[in-house]
C-alpha cells in the first residue's frame, strides 16, 4: 500500500508539531523517520496513523483519502517501544489477540487461529516461547513478539515507534538486522521512527529527516549522507567538524587555509560554514618556520581502540568557543598510520580537510 502525505500541519497549542509536511511513500518501502526529540516524527507516524488529527492536510493510503477514516479501519499495525504486551496472557496468546477480538462475520477458527499464530511465531523465530508469559521473556524476545501481534491482523501498513529504543546496544543491532531480513521476507509498507542515524541508514531504503516540524531532506541512505541538502542533516547525521570562515568568488578563506568551493562563484564576502567529517581529515606532523596550508592544532588527547584512532586537536591561538560549537577538532585515522607516525599528545600537528561541504549564509 502506498502512502501520500499531503501539505500536513498539527499544533499543540502555540507549539508547532508539524509544519506543511508533504511525503511520497511507495508500496512496500521501509521508510525511517529521523530527527531529534521534539522534531514531530511521532506525531507524524500517529496521524498516519489515525491516532492524532491533522489541523490541515491529507493523508492517503493508495490513493484513496483516509483522513477521516477510523483508526480501526486503517489496517494499520503498530509497534511501540515499550511492547505493550499483556502481561497474564502467553505469547500465544498475545499473538492470537487481535484475531480473536474481530467481529464474528471474519472472525477465523480456533484452528485457522493456531496455523496462523505458529506460523508467525516461526517467523519471527520464537515458536518456542509459545506457552511463556511476557515477563520470562528478554527484551529483544518481548519486541519480537510484539511485532509479530502486529503482523497477525494481515496490515497493509506497519508502524515502529522507536521499536528498539529499550533495548541495550548489541540486541538493538542484532533486532535492526532482522527487522530488515523480515521487511525483504514480507514487502509490508512500513514506517519507523528513530533518533538513531545509525539505525535510519543501516535499515530504511529510504530516511526522512526531520527538524522543528518540517521535513529537511528526504532520500536513500547513501544519498543524504553523501549529499546533505542542509547544515542540520550534516551536523546530524554522524559527527563533523565545524569551521567557520568566509565565502568570496567560489574560495572559501579559513584561518590557515583556503577551500575550492565553485558552488559558491556568487558570494561576495559572505559568511561561510565548512562542515568536514573526522574521516575526511589529513593529519600530518608540524615543522616550525614552514608554510602550511592546513589548521596548525595541538593534539590534546588520542583514542586507539581497534583499526581507527581517534584524536581530538585544538586549533592553537583558538581560546573561545565560535556560536557556541565545541572549539575541539576531531580526526580519525587508521591506528597503523598514528603508530607509525609516532604522534604525542601535546605535539603540534597540521590537519587539512581533503573533503568538505560548504554552505554560505543566505544562500539557498
Not at 25 to 32: P, V
Not at 276 to 301: F, S
Not at 334 to 359: K, M, N, Y
Request: net charge negative.
Amino acid at each position: 500500500m502506498s502512502i501520500e502525505i499531503r501539505n500536513v500541519s498539527k499544533n499543540f497549542g502555540d507549539f508547532k508539531a508539524l509544519q506543511d509536511v508533504s511525503v511520497n511513500i511507495e508500496s512496500g518501502e521501509l521508510i525511517a523517520l529521523l530527527g531529534p526529540s521534539g522534531c514531530g516524527k511521532t506525531t507524524l507516524l500517529r496521524i498516519i496513523a489515525g491516532l492524532e488529527s491533522a489541523d490541515a492536510g491529507s493523508i492517503f493510503f493508495s490513493g484513496e483519502d483516509t483522513t477521516d477514516v477510523h483508526v480501526r479501519e486503517r489496517q494499520v499495525g503498530f509497534v511501540f517501544q515499550h511492547y505493550a504486551l499483556f502481561r497474564h496472557m502467553t505469547v500465544f496468546e498475545n499473538v492470537a489477540f487481535g484475531l480473536r477480538v474481530r467481529p464474528r462475520a471474519t472472525r477465523p477458527s480456533e484452528a485457522q487461529i493456531k496455523a496462523k499464530v505458529h506460523e508467525l511465531l516461526g517467523l519471527v523465530q520464537l515458536d518456542w516461547l509459545a506457552d511463556r508469559f511476557p515477563s520470562q521473556l528478554s527484551g529483544g524476545q518481548r519486541q519480537r513478539i510484539a511485532l509479530a501481534r502486529a503482523l497477525a491482523v494481515e496490515p497493509k501498513v506497519l508502524l515502529l515507534d522507536e521499536p528498539f529504543g529499550a533495548l541495550d546496544a548489541k540486541v538493538r543491532k542484532e533486532l535492526r538486522r532482522w527487522l530488515r531480513r523480515l521487511h525483504d521476507e514480507l514487502h509490508v509498507t512500513s514506517i519507523f521512527v528513530t533518533h538513531d542515524q545509525e539505525e535510519a541508514l543501516e535499515v530504511a531504503d529510504r530516511v526522512v529527516l526531520m527538524n522543528h516540524g518540517v521535513v529537511e531532506q528526504v532520500g536513500t541512505p547513501q544519498d543524504v549522507w553523501d549529499h546533505p541538502a542542509s547544515p542540520f542533516v550534516y551536523g546530524f547525521l554522524g559527527d563533523v567538524n565545524l569551521f567557520h570562515g568566509r565565502a568570496h568568488e567560489g574560495q572559501v578563506h579559513l584561518e590557515g587555509m583556503q577551500l575550492h568551493a565553485p558552488e559558491h562563484a556568487q558570494a561576495q564576502h559572505a559568511k561561510a560554514f565548512a562542515y568536514v567529517r573526522p574521516h575526511d581529515l589529513d593529519v600530518q606532523r608540524y615543522t616550525p618556520g614552514t608554510a602550511v596550508d592546513g589548521i596548525v592544532a595541538t593534539l590534546e588527547r588520542a583514542i586507539v581502540v581497534g583499526p581507527i584512532a581517534r584524536l581530538e586537536l585544538h586549533a592553537v591561538g583558538d581560546t573561545q568557543p565560535q556560536d557556541g560549537n565545541d572549539p575541539i577538532i576531531e580526526a580519525q585515522i587508521p591506528a597503523q598510520q598514528f603508530r607509525d607516525a609516532g604522534f604525542r599528545e601535546g605535539e603540534t600537528l597540521v590537519v587539512t580537510p581533503r573533503r568538505a561541504r560548504v554552505f554560505v549564509e543566505g544562500a539557498s
